[in-house]
Nanobody, 115 residues
Framework: QVQLVESGGGLVQAGGSLRLSCRAS????????MGWYRQAPGKQRDLVSY???????NYADSVKGRFTISRDNAKNTVYLQMVNLKPEDTAVYYC?????????WGQGTQVTVSS
């Protein structure tokens, strides 16, 4: 079982920046696809971005050009750099690990963007 611990959330004004981190325990990180999802109150959990083991990335249209996902396999950590934040980015952000048939989720970190 892989455990994920997110950090870096907080309260920021519109136009501000935050960097989320997600550290994975256990082995296999370098071979995983890592993703960030978010869930706003009363809404479903949506994919924000993911990065494959080979470094390919994908972004939701709503965050393209503002968010950047990256990974450091030596630190078993994936990052989400968020700039030009908007109030509609307010949500709980979850880290996701996928490798073969194993999927794990972090506990989530709150991001609140004030207008």
């Amino acid at each position: 079982q892989v455990q994920l611990v997110e950090s870096g959330g907080g309260l920021v004004q519109a136009g501000g920046s935050l960097r989320l981190s997600c550290r994975a325990s256990g082995s296999g990180f370098s071979g995983s696809t890592m993703g960030w999802y978010r869930q706003a109150p009363g809404k479903q959990r949506d994919l924000v971005s993911y990065i494959t083991s080979g470094g390919s990335t994908n972004y939701a249209d709503s965050v393209k050009g503002r968010f950047t996902i990256s990974r450091d396999n030596a630190k078993n950590t994936v990052y989400l750099q968020m700039v030009n934040l908007k109030p509609e980015d307010t949500a709980v952000y979850y880290c996701n690990y996928q490798r073969r048939l194993l999927t794990s989720w972090g506990q989530g970190t709150q991001v609140t963007v004030s207008s």
